[in-house]
C-alpha cells in the first residue's frame, strides 16, 4: 500500500468540522497556548508549523507540549511556537510505501507525517494510525484472498 491510498483512506470520523484532507497548520510566532487550543478543538495530536500554510518548517506535538510544560511549568503556554516545534520535520512523499514509513515513524518515535509534493509544498498529513489502519486492510484482503484460494473461490 502507498501514502497515496492512505490519504485515499483517511476519513474524518470523529472530527465532523474537519475534512479529510485539511491541513492545520500554525505559525511560528503563535503561543504554545493557541496551539493547545487548536490541537483540543479539533481532537488532533500535532500541528504543522509553517509559514505560508504550504511547507512545513516544524511540527508541534502535544507531546513537545507535556514534556515543556513538565520542564518550565505553565509560563511556556505563552512562549512562541518556535520554541517547542520539532525543526527538522520528516515529511513523506504519495510514492512511499506505507509499511516503510509505519516503520520510520516506529523508529523515530513519532506520530505525524506531512506529505509533500515535488515541490515540497504539503498535500496531506498521515498519522501513525493512519499507517496502522492501512496495514490491517491490507493483512484483511490478504487474508481473504488467501481463504478464498484455499476454499477453492
Do not use: W
Amino acid at each position: 500500500m502507498l501514502v497515496r491510498q492512505l490519504l485515499s483512506m483517511k476519513d474524518s470520523a470523529g472530527k465532523p468540522e474537519l475534512e479529510s484532507r485539511t491541513i492545520l497548520t500554525i505559525k511560528p510566532d503563535a503561543t504554545v497556548s493557541e496551539a493547545v487550543q487548536m490541537l483540543a478543538k479539533h481532537r488532533i495530536g500535532a500541528v504543522v508549523v509553517s509559514d505560508d500554510g504550504e511547507t512545513p518548517t516544524g511540527i508541534l506535538s502535544e507531546r513537545d507540549v507535556v514534556r515543556q510544560l513538565a520542564a518550565k511549568g505553565t509560563a511556556v503556554l505563552d512562549s512562541p511556537i518556535s520554541e517547542l516545534m520539532t525543526r527538522e520535520v520528516q515529511t513523506c512523499t504519495t510514492a512511499e510505501d506505507a509499511l516503510a514509513i509505519l516503520e520510520r515513524m516506529t523508529k523515530g518515535r513519532f506520530r505525524h507525517l506531512p506529505v509533500v509534493d515535488d515541490g515540497g509544498r504539503m498535500i496531506g498529513v498521515v498519522s501513525i494510525g493512519d499507517a496502522v489502519s492501512g496495514r490491517l486492510k491490507e493483512l484483511a484482503a490478504e487474508k481473504d484472498a488467501l481463504t478464498g484460494m484455499i476454499m477453492g473461490n
